[in-house]
């Protein structure tokens, strides 16, 4: 998926946190595989906690 590969180009050129959502269980488990920081299934999970974990406070590009 595009996604995917977005999440790993954006960690190879450096991006500190890449955070992939989705609500697919396959594509997170490739997303993380692939070198995203933090996968997030947002039919179960919240993004303002995950910013905090990450300690994000401008929010996400």
């Known amino acids: 998926p595009i996604g995917v590969l977005a999440a790993a180009i954006a960690r190879h ?3 500190r946190n890449v955070v992939v959502t989705d609500i697919n269980p396959y594509r997170l488990r ?3 595989a692939m070198g995203a920081t933090r996968t997030v299934d947002v039919r179960s999970e919240e993004l303002g906690p995950v ?3 990450l300690g994000m406070t401008e929010g996400f590009d």
Do not use: L
Request: hydrophobic share 65%; net charge negative; proline share 0%.
């Open 13 to 15: 050129i450096g991006a």
């Open 51 to 53: 910013m905090q974990e």
């Open 30 to 32: 490739m997303a993380a």
